[in-house]
C-alpha cells in the first residue's frame, strides 16, 4: 500500500492521531493503534532498513504523547487493550539492537 514510502507512513500516522485527538473520531484511533503496533512486531533487520522511518516515528510518537491529556494514559494503562506500552517497549528494544 505504502509503497516503501515511509513518509507516507508517517503521515498516515499522523492524520489518524490528529482525527482522534481533534474530532474523536474512535475508527482513527484504532487506525493509529493498528499502525503503531505492526511497526512494533518487525524485525530488527527491518527496523534497520527503514532507519529514516523509524527514527521519524519516534520523534513523531514523541510529539503525539505531549499532546494528550494524562487521563489517557491512565485508560489504557489499565485496558485490556494496553498496546502502546508494549509497542513502544518492543521498538526500544529493536532500535537498542540496530545501533549496537
Known amino acids: 500500500y505504502y509503497e516503501e ?3 507516507d507512513i508517517l ?4 492524520l489518524s492521531f490528529l482525527l482522534f485527538l481533534h474530532l474523536h473520531c474512535f475508527a482513527s484511533l484504532e487506525h493509529w493503534r493498528d499502525l503503531i503496533s505492526m511497526l512494533s512486531m518487525v524485525s530488527s533487520k527491518t527496523m534497520e532498513r527503514f ?3 523509524y527514527a521519524g516515528l519516534f520523534v513523531v510518537l514523541g510529539c503525539q504523547l505531549k499532546c494528550v491529556d494524562q487521563s489517557f494514559f491512565e485508560e489504557i494503562e489499565f485496558s485490556a487493550d494496553n498496546f502502546l506500552l508494549p509497542a513502544i517497549g518492543r521498538m526500544s528494544l529493536k532500535a537498542q539492537t540496530v545501533s549496537d
Open 5 to 7: 514510502s515511509w513518509n
Open 51 to 53: 532507519s529514516e522511518l
Open 11 to 14: 503521515g498516515d500516522v499522523q
